[in-house]
């Protein structure tokens, strides 16, 4: 730990111990990479991802998806350091929601550690419901749920919703009795909706900063309420697309980095080149920048980011040390919904570049 260039202490002023993770290695390259050339590798926790749609052309909301594209994802995703992740469904119908939680369910890949299911109780408004079907979003009520739960036998594990759907709270309340854990995401929430929802037990906002309106009354408004709220923690795209540097370090600041998950919200295009793929049933473009949208619409439609990218850019716009951004990414994720990191990964950290390459993958 004490290898770590000391310039780049965070501004929180030291690393705070508990948010080291276990199996933070030490520097190896004695006899090779010196701290000057900036190049350290590491041995890490295997990455825990809460919020993937899809990757390496695998799309999880296409009911046409087979199990050998489920496994040529799988296997995509763990070369990624990725050894536990939750597939995730946006909005669609009962039927289509089914059809694919049985698909990633019956898969058996111990990499799927439950299901998040985002929507379809959010917000009908273009802005707030981002790339999701309006036809498809509904009210929230606990028969729904409970036949999605039903289809994903029992391995629904986090829900995003809106809290102003209608019957969110009193479902917010049932899922969190059950077990399953509540985010807050997609919304137009007033100040006191939010309240209410974390009164209810919510205790996440997915990808904070995006799946809100465009504009909001300066205060107050939803991202200042969900900021300021520590019994929320929260999740982030830190791809450079979805949040712009300064926007990803303010809100890391405020919320802390105890209280942060570094998310991809992959989608099929992850992994591949530029072109076009799909989310659900929408048609969207992977252009060479890295964007993820569909043709000529203002949002983003999920994002082609990987776990060691999102770190390294999370290092490069906050100026945390390493060691307190990998917890975002292990530790955190998995102790939120209930799990251990499993595995390990060997990562090269070159601290120039703000870069983690990951060497190998076990587990
Ligand atoms: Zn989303």
Same mark, same amino acid.
Do not use: M, Q
């Given at each position: 730990m004490n290898e770590l260039d000391t310039s780049r202490r965070s501004f929180l002023g030291r690393a705070v111990g508990a948010c080291v993770s276990p199996g933070f290695g030490r520097g190896a390259g004695a006899g090779g990479a010196t701290p000057? !050339?900036?190049?350290?590798?590491?041995?890490? !926790?295997?990455?825990?991802?809460l919020q993937v749609n899809g990757f390496a052309g695998v799309d999880f909301g296409d009911p046409a998806t087979t199990a050998g594209d489920l496994s040529r994802a799988v296997a995509a995703i763990q070369k990624t350091g990725v050894t536990r992740f939750l597939p995730t469904l946006i909005t669609s119908s009962l039927e289509t929601f089914a059809a694919c939680a049985r698909a990633l369910v019956r898969a058996g890949h111990p990499s799927i550690a439950g299901i998040h299911m985002e929507g379809p109780y #959010?917000?009908?408004?273009?802005? +707030?419901?981002?790339?999701?079907?309006?036809?498809?979003?509904?009210?929230?009520?606990?028969d729904d749920f409970k036949r999605r739960q039903d289809a994903a036998e029992g391995r629904i594990r986090l829900v995003t919703l809106a809290p102003e759907a209608p019957g969110a709270l009193p479902l917010v309340e049932q899922l969190v009795a059950g077990g399953v854990r509540v985010a807050i995401g997609h919304t137009a929430a007033s100040r006191v909706q939010i309240q209410d929802?974390?009164?209810?037990?919510?205790?996440?906002?997915?990808?904070?900063?995006?799946?809100?309106?465009?504009?909001?009354?300066?205060?107050?408004?939803?991202?200042?309420?969900q900021l300021g709220e520590d019994r929320l923690l929260a999740s982030f795209i830190v791809d450079g697309h979805h949040l712009p540097p300064a926007t990803v370090r303010s809100m890391i600041r405020a919320k802390t980095p105890a209280r942060t998950i570094l998310v991809t919200d992959a989608m099929a295009a992850a992994g591949m080149p530029p072109g076009v793929y799909t989310i659900g049933r929408q048609r969207v473009e992977l252009d060479a920048t890295g964007r993820v949208a569909a043709p000529g619409a203002p949002n983003l439609a999920g994002s082609a980011l990987?776990?060691?990218?999102? #770190?390294?850019?999370?290092?490069?716009?906050?100026?945390? +040390?390493?060691e307190d951004v990998i917890p975002m990414a292990t530790?955190? +994720?998995?102790?939120? #919904?209930? #799990?251990? +990191? !499993?595995?390990?990964?060997?990562?090269?950290?070159?601290?120039e570049a703000f870069s983690l390459r990951v060497l190998s993958v076990a587990g």
């Open positions: 000057a !050339a900036g190049l350290r590798t590491l041995e890490l !926790a295997g990455f825990v991802d #959010i917000a009908p408004e273009d802005g +707030p419901r981002g790339a999701h079907a309006r036809e498809h979003v509904r009210g929230a009520d606990l929802a974390v009164a209810a037990g919510a205790t996440l906002s997915t990808h904070l900063g995006n799946g809100c309106a465009g504009t909001l009354p300066r205060h107050p408004n939803l991202l200042w309420e990987s776990i060691p990218v999102a #770190i390294g850019n999370s290092v490069r716009f906050t100026g945390l +040390p390493l530790t955190r +994720p998995a102790e939120y #919904i209930g #799990i251990r +990191p !499993a595995g390990t990964v060997v990562a090269e950290w070159d601290a």
